[in-house]
């Protein structure tokens, strides 16, 4: 009988992903397959030949990119030096996790199913494509997707003789033990040695300065935040991107301290429940309970439902048990949609309103039950040429209304938000990472920068480094609400323009009755648009948000090419996808 063992590997930028095939590993366990589960970048992928069955679980990012933890991974599976049998003897399934409000729809798991097959793999089934618009989220498609894998692994690995599959009724292991030591926690949580910044290693910068940029009476609270990174090593340049590592708010942190009654000076070490199981990287060992939930557990995040699934085991009250049941349960997805995912219901709300089941919940099993906060990634709105040894970002403070009573605030952005350096140093956890858009080296080349709300912080960044070197040719359309309220770095622009350095065109959309936005200045700016493309070689950048704003832009820009080019509908498109494949139009998007 062949060896049942299964190698899941997943991509994830959110968790999501990571979630799914944590999900798969636990079902492969209940069937007495030996499964590992990893990340695409931590799995040695010179052994892949040696897989005989591999499930992929893969999210797409941004304009159809990897996330971060299968990038060296994509950057090898597509060598061409790879012999078209390498992957002869692997089996496979590849599940992939998007949003069709995206143009390239799951791009990298329908990519990589394509060069699986190319490679000799054999598809156990076709490539699944999750979404996250979908009522129900990605499960919809998961959930029978899962039913049909197994429908198909099985006869391939027929359980071992006198061995049926774990029922739901058996409660699984956890993953890791935890281990209190007698002292408290001094000398838990130590400073590890000085690295390179990275995610393990990130840099504790000094916050030197947090500035609001609109009106006190704007709805929406915007900071420019400046970091000092002195003595980091950092450097970057425009279009990088910045990755900060999120805490907990402190009265958060105290709530779920009571509600599961832990002493936050406490100090543990975590030990693998199963040998060859790898420690979480980004927890200290020792630990305190209090570096623990602060700085680890993500418990403001929506809940999943593998969340509801393992705390309805723990529960010692039958209502709330049946509850819990129901919500993991495939038929109570919509009802768990409306109680959860609808209005926002963080993790800690959540275990407030199931108090009998949380005050029992082990401790051994909080790693499995509420998974790690996840690093943000912000555009670096600033140039090492104009401020040497500074980085500042420019951040939208995300709040908005459900029909909970309480507002939900972003971890990330209301954390940041609250640290005020007048009074005393605060330091947050960062590291940077190069950035999807690259702008042009040749000292001639015009670019042309579309970058409402806070869409314009990669311009900025792009704006200094051109002018430290004395360039021109700098050509920005910036949008906003109104000129009163939300001209981030109005003055800023103002001064520039004086200068010689730039070009602006303002879109104020609410200061006067028809609203006007960028893609009305570009149409209006057709004649010097076009010139700058066909003559001036001009490249064309869009940052901001991914709803409806790229999508009316790129209608824009094609009217631009009709008119002043006097190109068809069809040869317009052509050129605007070809201006992409040249990188002469590049995007950088977020929803």
């Excluded at 991974?73 to 069709?100: E, H, N, T």
């Amino acid at each position: 009988m062949a060896e049942r063992k299964l190698l899941v590997l997943f991509g994830s930028q959110t968790g999501t992903a990571q979630d799914t095939a944590e999900r798969i590993g636990r079902e492969a366990k209940r069937r007495h397959f030996h499964c590992r589960v990893e990340a695409l970048d931590s799995y040695p992928v010179a052994q892949l030949i040696q897989e005989l069955l591999v499930v992929f679980v893969c999210a797409t990012t941004g304009q159809g990119d990897p996330p971060d933890n299968m990038k060296n991974f994509w950057r090898f599976i597509f060598r061409k030096s790879l012999s078209p049998a390498s992957l002869c003897q692997m089996d496979y399934a590849v599940l992939g996790l998007g949003d069709s409000s995206y143009p390239k729809f799951n791009f990298v798991a329908k990519k990589l199913h394509k060069r699986l097959q190319q490679l000799g793999a054999s598809p156990i089934l076709p490539v699944a494509l999750g979404d996250d618009q979908h009522d129900l989220g990605p499960d919809a498609v998961i959930d029978p997707w899962l039913l049909d894998l197994w429908g198909r692994i099985l006869p391939l690995y027929p359980l071992p003789p006198g061995l049926g599959i774990i029922g739901p009724d058996v409660l699984l292991p956890s993953k890791f033990t935890l281990h209190f030591l007698d002292e408290r926690s001094t000398g838990c949580d130590g400073e590890a040695a000085r690295q390179a910044p990275s995610e393990l290693h990130p840099f504790a910068a000094r916050v030197v300065s947090n500035l609001r940029v609109t009106a006190e009476s704007h709805f929406q609270d915007v900071r420019l935040i400046e970091f000092d990174v002195t003595g980091s090593g950092i450097e970057y340049s425009a279009g990088d991107v910045v990755m900060i590592q999120p805490q907990n708010a402190p009265d958060d942190v105290q709530q779920f301290c009571q509600l599961l009654r832990l002493d936050p000076d406490r100090c543990f070490v975590l030990k693998p429940s199963e040998p060859g199981t790898p420690l979480p990287a980004h927890l200290p060992q020792p630990c305190t309970i209090q570096h623990l939930v602060a700085c680890y557990l993500d418990i403001s995040c929506v809940p999943r439902r593998s969340f509801f699934e393992l705390l309805s085991w723990f529960s010692p009250n039958e209502l709330e048990r049946e509850k819990l049941q129901e919500f993991s349960s495939a038929q109570g997805q919509e009802e768990l949609y409306s109680y959860c995912n609808r209005p926002r219901r963080s993790t800690l709300e959540v275990l407030c309103d199931f108090p009998h089941t949380t005050c029992a919940v082990p401790l051994d099993y909080l790693l499995d039950l509420i998974p790690r906060i996840q690093p943000r990634a912000f555009s670096i709105a600033s140039s090492m040429l104009a401020l040497p040894n500074r980085l500042q970002i420019l951040l939208a403070v995300v709040q908005y209304k459900t029909r909970l009573s309480k507002p939900r605030r972003g971890l990330c952005s209301t954390w940041l938000a609250s640290l005020h350096p007048q009074q005393g140093d605060v330091w947050v956890p960062l590291w940077v990472k190069r950035g999807g858009m690259k702008f042009p080296a040749e000292p001639d080349t015009p670019i042309i920068m579309i970058g409402p709300g806070t869409g314009v912080a990669p311009f900025r960044a792009a704006i200094q480094e051109r002018v430290a070197h004395g360039r021109k040719g700098n050509y920005l359309f910036f949008g906003c609400r109104q000129k009163s309220k939300d001209f981030y770095c109005g003055a800023e622009w103002q001064e520039l323009v004086n200068s010689g350095h730039l070009t602006l065109f303002t879109a104020f959309s609410r200061d006067q009755e028809e609203k006007v936005y960028v893609q009305h200045r570009i149409r209006e700016n057709q004649g010097l648009v076009w010139d700058l493309l066909s003559r001036g070689n001009a490249h064309i950048y869009l940052a901001g948000n991914a709803k409806q704003m790229p999508a009316a832009v790129a209608e824009a820009l094609k009217s631009v090419f009709q008119l002043e080019g006097d190109l068809s509908r069809s040869e317009a498109e052509a050129y605007l996808t070809a201006l992409e494949r040249s990188r002469r139009f590049q995007m950088e998007t977020w929803s």
